[in-house]
């Protein structure tokens, strides 16, 4: 087994530097009226998802970000669902109470779908409508007619059995996939493709099972999952290509996926509402708060890195949302005007800015360097009493010392920030 370095990081996950919340919940109606419990799903961009839920294992399809789902002609759902535009769509999954296993593929946005016999596979991952990959266990499959006919590929010999749980792919040649043994007391796995997935090679066995992986290009590459048969969250980064990999051991529950913005931003999602937050390419995690404790098992993020949402039991949905300012939901609790410290802080390149008001006014928000030359302006607009939330990136600026400074009516305030790069 290559060798694992496991972190204390207790200075890097201070909860009392938590940042503000960034995640809302949306109030979800469901047509027809019900009280349903989604365990599965999948966006496709910030307007168009689908859920599976219900007590007849029904599919319903949002085109409105979450706030309506309405429920789709099906009532034989299958367990896995996944859709790569507002059309083509596949669900996988075994018939209980016997162990054969369908595949339900659609190709009108999940009006209708006609059902195939498939070997036991569990996760699916698709380049187009037509050639796609799945995981099953002991062996991963290959579809180049979208998912009717599966052809079985070369896995390097392994002792012990394996169960694929996500599958990864940079481009159409470079991929790589995680999972676990058949109990909990078994060793995980990271596998590995450059042959457009013809061949998978053992790059890292592990004592702990990863539940997602993901790689923002072929060095840098990131696994989350747990420590059985303890709770720990894990969390495992890369710098080359998965040869060796940094363990942070994170105080929290298992953690079931991990997407990233761009090569430094990267978000991982868990049970008991944890969200975990990273600005420098994992070196540091950071809790977010969620306002939930149910359990959250997938992560979305559109309009690079605009606009997220996150998926869970209990029909929980989560946004995230950039592009417009975030209101406190309870505006008469604010009692000032006030900006908060930036956070993280230090940072590189980005960072989140907090600030609250008590009255409506135009409001100017801007970034000075420490010889009080102005750098940008993040804000200058009308806002209504409530909490915002500004990201601001400095990509392009030098390491050293900066002040934002924000004004509203006759409220004038700064604070400084370090960016270290």
């Not at 694929?164 to 990271?190: C, E, N, P, R």
């Not at 979305?300 to 406190?328: P, R």
Request: glycine content about 10%; hydrophobic content about 35%; proline content about 4%.
């Amino acid at each position: 087994m290559k060798s694992v370095f496991t972190i204390c990081l207790l200075i890097c996950f201070l909860f009392a530097n938590m940042p503000a919340q960034q995640w809302v919940k949306i109030n979800q109606t469901f047509n027809p009226l019900g009280n349903y419990t989604p365990n599965k799903g999948v966006f496709v961009d910030p307007n168009n998802g689908w859920l599976k839920a219900g007590p007849n294992a029904s599919v319903f399809r949002t085109t409105n970000g979450g706030k309506l789902w309405v429920e789709l002609n099906n009532k034989t759902a299958l367990g896995t669902i996944e859709f790569i535009d507002t059309l083509h769509g596949w669900m996988v999954g075994r018939i209980l109470p016997g162990n054969d296993y369908n595949i339900m593929i659609t190709k009108d946005g999940g009006k209708s779908w006609n059902r195939y016999s498939t070997p036991a596979i569990g996760c699916l991952t698709f380049f187009d409508s037509l050639v796609g990959f799945a995981g099953g266990s002991n062996n991963i499959y290959k579809t180049i007619d979208g998912g009717i006919t599966w052809d079985t590929m070369s896995i390097q010999s392994h002792v012990g059995k394996i169960g694929v749980y996500d599958i990864f792919f940079l481009d159409k040649k470079h991929g790589w996939t995680v999972g676990g043994g058949g109990a909990l007391t078994d060793m995980g796995f990271i596998l590995n493709t450059v042959d457009s997935g013809k061949t998978w090679q053992y790059i890292d066995s592990m004592t702990n099972i990863n539940q997602a992986i993901t790689f923002t290009d072929s060095l840098h590459g990131y696994a989350v999952g747990g420590n059985p048969p303890y709770s720990d969250g894990i969390i495992q980064v890369t710098s080359n290509g998965g040869l060796s990999w940094m363990r942070y051991d994170l105080p929290c529950s298992w953690l079931n996926d991990v997407v990233f913005t761009d090569d430094s931003t990267g978000w991982v999602v868990g049970e008991y509402g944890f969200i975990w937050h990273t600005t420098n390419q994992g070196l540091n995690w950071t809790q977010v708060e969620s306002g939930t404790t149910s359990n959250l098992y997938r992560i979305f993020f559109f309009n690079n890195g605009e606009t997220g949402y996150i998926l869970g039991v209990d029909s929980t949905l989560l946004k995230y949302d950039n592009t417009v300012s975030i209101q406190d939901e309870h505006p008469e609790g604010i009692t000032s005007y006030q900006i908060f410290q930036n956070y993280p802080n230090p940072f590189n390149p980005k960072t989140i800015i907090t600030y609250q008001l008590l009255k409506s006014g135009n409001v100017t928000l801007k970034i000075f360097d420490i010889l009080g030359n102005e750098i940008k302006i993040a804000v200058n607009e009308p806002k209504e009493i409530g909490k915002y939330t500004v990201q601001f990136d400095a990509f392009s600026l030098a390491s050293g010392m900066y002040v934002y400074q924000l004004r509203v009516n006759d409220f004038i305030s700064s604070k400084k920030m370090l960016l270290l790069k």
